[in-house]
């Protein structure tokens, strides 16, 4: 996020959510804008392909079809410009490109975005008018944006409106990606990716490469690794031939879990450090048992950059280890057996760890956005926010004010491009994929906690009352849905969230993973992120 | 900026405060029951009652404006009175269980009752007899018995959550604390958040998982980050006898105050549940076979599950997958078979087959996925071994899933 959840919830006149179920996943954002909206007057605009609960609350709800982000919100632009309502000083002062915009969003104009969408001019054109006269105004996504063949594009189109209306770098505003892990933002901010080091150092840069390589002492790759999506691939293809994975579950979470098992069945080793036997765990070489975050100390980044504790409060079970413990024994022994040679004169070159405190010395060591996020202030109370330069920085709630942080703001102007995946005469159903209040993500935690499971004992599928009347589905009979891919089975939850032709789906119970059905060759060409947002189905009674 | 007197202490405050916040600004105590920082004042209580000189009766502090030269006197004997009159009121109708109740220790009707000496009223006139715990959901115990009918969930849901779930119905003493048009929570629209046990004085509502786990005087708190989503709530888990028992919110957290969901505040359980890993797991094919058949006949180490895979590649190409192939014509220990062992055992097979991979093949033929629901410490190291140890950068987590 570039704005802070306090600053939205207490400032942003106009909140604008789109591909974000956020009451559900991430609930307590969601009671906020709730609260900003009828306590406080804020203006709520949801535009999803599913009418899902914040729609209820919404000032407007625009019902795009699946895969024409770009469509509405060019849609949404045109409107704006048309009416000359974009923030002029803004773009003279801290924009570029906006020329190249003008001239693609030009071509949108509401009924032309309107056909594309399915969401009727009238509504594009209140949906802009809401915006430019009610500002500073946030924009919210999660993976309804990201998790398309054009989820980059998309990602920049987000932040075309948001330029455009003066909406950066101020209280209230922003691009606000909610991010669904407790961690993936620390994951990301620690390079846990295969282009960056640790503060988004890229390792195809001979300056950081040579600072990596100084701390390290070892001489290192500078070449981009592999994305999850390209791992599977190349496990498949038989380039890649140790897997080690560490709390994660590709036999759920990742598309065509058929393709999945097919891959790892391949790969000559996985190592797997877990905390159940998972899914993925019959794949599995090595498993080692690992703490869960109630018996580990730590540090954790939620999703507006915030770096937090995690403290220990029970012992973990049996024999299971700290993955801090398991890493650096892992490490001393593949030192022992010269897998590696570092200068001993290199001043992280060894793993000597007796605490999370030595390794966050090094991240600040080595990582200038965690240069100040010290154990000793946050002991102290300090609750920081990246990127913090130093010991002194009090941390940065909103991102970009006065510059952004690259210089000047790039307009990007990108055009609608159909999804990757198409409906059919044999597939004629859109599939959109999500995950629901009561569970998370692979479900290999809450289907093992005793109320959630309770709450939520089974998949649903979401049909619409159209399609259910067209089948003769009854709420709560057993359907089909059938893809290129794959099939499964689970019970019809006959509802108006979705529309004619649109089903969802969860992947949180396993034989019902909606994964069975998603494609893994539809990935965008940047981010490799595989389409989840989109796969054609035939929805059946069984 | 108004100055007022409370109890001979000139007080400054701002315009439109309420008597009570001016009182707390200057550290002067008022007792509250049904007044929340977080929430709207209703005044409904009346234990927050003072006496205003030249005002008519006695005010409700939390309700009351400050106004320049106003005189106020938080225990006058008319207030004090006032408020043990309203406390006997409350215990005719509140059952006499600190002895069970779950929040003995941690309830603000049982601390006024302490404060202000209030005997147990004598008392043979009509009191409720609800069924304990009445709803099905899996969360929200209610006892409608020990409810005040303060309406602070009532509050906490519209104003803080948003949802309108809770609210009374009937009048006079037949008045009752009601979901939806009285139906089970969790038809009524409710997220299961929590938040109106959260904001309950009494034991009214409580946390269902947690009944009879432990009371505050029993537990240790300990402040962390939830481990579901990307939001940052900090709650406190409670431990007793090395048991996570409850999570409770705190108002002092930085993203969430007193709000929690229903994963951070319900979700705990999977820590403890019986099928955790307890024991590092190794494919019997790694395995040396005698010492495998040494160790397992020894019980040091235990034949698990067996799972098979398709192919089973090798550097010497196709291995047999068939059941009576290795180590033994046993069908209980298969190259299959998981084999729980001991860590030095899990660490140097892995270590090993590592060192020799890269060897061979180089650090492209290595893939590591990180995991975001694991600490920055972690993913740091990690990060380092992927890079300083295997020489690759092909790391990369679940961001994109």
């Known amino acids: 996020m570039t704005n802070s959840i306090r600053d939205i919830a207490e400032e942003s006149r106009c909140i604008f959510i789109i591909g974000s179920n956020t009451t559900e996943q991430h609930p307590v954002i969601g009671s906020k804008i709730r609260r900003a909206k009828r306590q406080r007057g804020a203006k709520l605009i949801v535009a999803d392909p599913r009418r899902i609960d914040i729609a209820e609350y919404a000032d407007l709800y625009l019902r795009h079809r699946p895969g024409t982000d770009i469509a509405l919100l060019n849609g949404i632009m045109h409107v704006i410009l048309r009416d000359g309502q974009q923030d002029a000083d803004f773009i003279a002062a801290r924009t570029e490109g906006f020329d190249e915009l003008a001239a693609t969003v030009a071509k949108y104009t509401p009924e032309v975005a309107s056909a594309i969408t399915g969401v009727p001019a009238a509504k594009i054109e209140a949906a802009a008018r809401m915006m430019a006269e009610h500002r500073p105004g946030a924009l919210l996504y999660a993976m309804g944006i990201t998790q398309h063949k054009m989820g980059v594009a998309n990602v920049m189109s987000c932040a075309n409106l948001q330029m455009l209306l003066g909406n950066m770098g101020v209280a209230g505003g922003g691009v606000n990606p909610l991010r669904g892990q407790n961690n993936v933002q620390g994951a990301c901010d620690m390079g846990g990716l295969p282009n960056v080091y640790s503060g988004y150092q890229p390792v195809t840069q001979a300056e950081a490469q040579a600072k990596f390589e100084a701390a390290w002492g070892v001489p290192l790759d500078n070449r981009v690794g592999l994305t999850v999506t390209e791992m599977l691939k190349g496990a498949e293809e038989g380039t890649v031939r140790c897997l080690y994975i560490v709390g994660e579950n590709p036999m759920t979470s990742d598309p065509d879990l058929r393709h999945v098992q097919y891959s790892l069945d391949k790969t000559e080793f996985i190592v797997l450090q877990e905390l159940f036997y998972s899914e993925t765990a019959p794949y599995a070489d090595v498993i080692f048992p690992a703490a869960s975050f109630a018996e580990k100390e730590g540090t954790v980044t939620n999703t507006e950059r915030r770096i937090q504790r995690v403290r220990k409060a029970v012992e973990a079970p049996g024999e299971a280890q700290l993955d801090t413990w398991i890493i650096t024994q892992l490490a001393r022994r593949l030192l022992a057996l010269g897998a590696a040679e570092p200068d001993t004169a290199a001043p992280f070159g060894g793993w000597n760890y007796n605490s999370p405190q030595d390794i966050m010395a090094e991240i600040n060591a080595l990582t200038p956005s965690y240069a100040g996020v010290t154990y000793r202030r946050i002991e102290a109370g300090a609750s920081l926010q990246w990127p913090v330069p130093n010991e002194s920085h009090p941390g940065t709630p909103i991102l970009h004010v006065g510059k952004f942080t690259r210089g000047l703001g790039r307009f990007a102007a990108v055009d609608h491009t159909p999804p990757g995946e198409r409906p059919d005469a044999d597939y004629p159903t859109v599939m959109t994929t999500g995950r629901v209040l009561y569970h998370w993500h692979g479900g290999e935690m809450t289907r093992r906690a005793s109320g959630l499971l309770a709450a939520y004992p089974e998949a649903l599928i979401e049909v619409s009352i159209e399609d259910a009347q067209r089948l003769a589905i009854e709420d709560g009979d057993m359907v089909r849905l059938v893809s290129r891919r794959g099939a499964v089975e689970a019970k019809a939850w006959v509802t108006e969230r979705v529309s004619r032709d649109l089903v969802f789906a969860t992947f949180h119970f396993p034989d019902q993973a909606a994964n069975w059905l998603t494609s893994a060759e539809h990935l965008d060409p940047v981010a490799k992120i595989p389409e989840f947002k989109v796969t054609a189905v035939r929805l059946e009674k069984v | ?401």
């Open chain 2, 1 to 401: 900026m108004p100055t007022l007197t409370i109890n001979g202490q000139p007080v400054t405050a701002p315009e439109g405060a309420t008597i009570l916040e001016a009182a707390r600004a200057a550290h002067i105590h008022i007792p509250t029951l049904c007044h929340h920082p977080d929430l709207s004042n209703v005044g409904a209580c009346r234990m927050c009652v003072v006496s205003v000189e030249k005002a008519r009766g006695l005010q409700t502090a939390c309700t009351t404006p400050v106004f320049e030269g106003m005189t106020v006197h938080t225990d006058s004997a008319e207030a004090i009175a006032t408020r043990r009159f309203v406390l006997e009121m409350l215990l005719t109708d509140h059952p006499n269980e600190c002895m069970t109740c779950e929040v003995n220790g941690d309830c603000e009707l049982q601390d006024l009752v302490y404060d202000y000496g209030v005997e147990w009223p004598q008392h043979d006139g009509a009191r409720h007899s609800y069924a304990f715990d009445p709803d099905p959901n899996p969360f929200i115990a209610i006892d409608r018995n020990k409810c005040i009918l303060c309406g602070r969930c009532i509050r906490a849901c519209t104003e803080m959550q948003n949802r309108d779930v809770w609210s009374f119905a009937s009048r006079g003493f037949a008045t009752k604390l009601v979901a939806g048009a009285d139906q089970p929570l969790l038809d009524a629209g409710c997220e299961s958040c929590g938040q109106c046990v959260a904001y309950c004085p009494t034991g009214a509502l409580f946390d269902k998982m947690s009944l009879n786990k432990g009371r505050p005087s029993q537990v240790k708190k300990v402040r962390t980050t939830c481990s579901f989503c990307g939001v940052g709530c900090n709650f406190d888990l409670h431990v007793r006898n090395g048991k996570a028992i409850r999570v409770t919110s705190a108002r002092n957290a930085p993203v969430n105050g007193l709000a929690l969901c229903v994963k951070g505040r319900y979700g705990y359980d999977y820590i403890h549940n019986p099928e955790r890993l307890t024991r590092p797991l190794v494919r019997a094919k790694w395995l040396d076979p005698a010492r495998l058949a040494q160790q397992v006949a020894d019980g040091t180490w235990q034949v698990r599950e067996k799972a098979g895979r398709r192919s089973q590649q090798t550097e010497n190409g196709q291995r047999s997958t068939s059941d009576n192939a290795w180590p033994t014509d046993n069908p209980a220990l298969t190259i299959d078979h998981f084999i729980a062992v001991d860590w030095d055992t899990a660490l140097d097979v892995t270590a090993t087959k590592l060192a020799q991979e890269k060897k061979r093949h180089g650090g492209r033929s290595f893939a590591f996925l990180a995991s975001a629901k694991c600490s920055n410490e972690e993913n740091f190291l990690f990060a380092k071994l992927t890079r300083q140890l295997m020489t690759t950068n092909s790391i990369d987590h679940c961001a994109r899933l």
